[in-house]
């Protein structure tokens, strides 16, 4: 069983910028794809961007040209640089392990931009 673990969220003022990480522990981290997703109070959750064992991104278009997906797979770490953040971005971020047939999720790690 995948076990991830995300850090890095808290408050920012708009403008600012979040690194979150996702480390990931228990699997063949390599080999998959590693994604983050976000869900808003009231909202469904949503996909924010996507990252493949050969480094391929994909990104949500509200998040294109201010976020960036990124993996260390010495370190089985994923993470989310987030800048010129907006209220909107505001949601519990979860990190996402996922290869055919199987998946797991991360608890969440809380952001509030908020001035």
């Known amino acids: 069983q995948v076990q991830l673990a995300e850090s890095g969220g808290g408050l920012v003022q708009p403008g600012g910028s979040l690194r979150l990480s996702c480390a990931a522990s228990?699997?063949?981290?390599?080999?998959?794809?590693m994604g983050w997703y976000r869900q808003a109070p009231g909202k469904q959750r949503e996909l924010v961007a996507t990252?493949?064992?050969?480094?391929?991104?994909n990104y949500a278009d509200s998040v294109k040209g201010r976020f960036t997906i990124s993996r260390e797979n010495l370190k089985n770490t994923v993470y989310l640089q987030m800048n010129s953040l907006k209220p909107e971005d505001t949601a519990v971020y979860y990190c996402?392990?996922?290869?055919?047939?199987?998946?797991?999720w991360g608890q969440g790690t809380q952001v509030t931009v908020s001035s």
């Open positions: 228990g699997s063949i981290f390599r080999l998959a794809v």
């Open positions: 990252i493949t064992n050969s480094g391929s991104t």
């Open positions: 996402r392990w996922s290869r055919p047939g199987d998946d797991s």
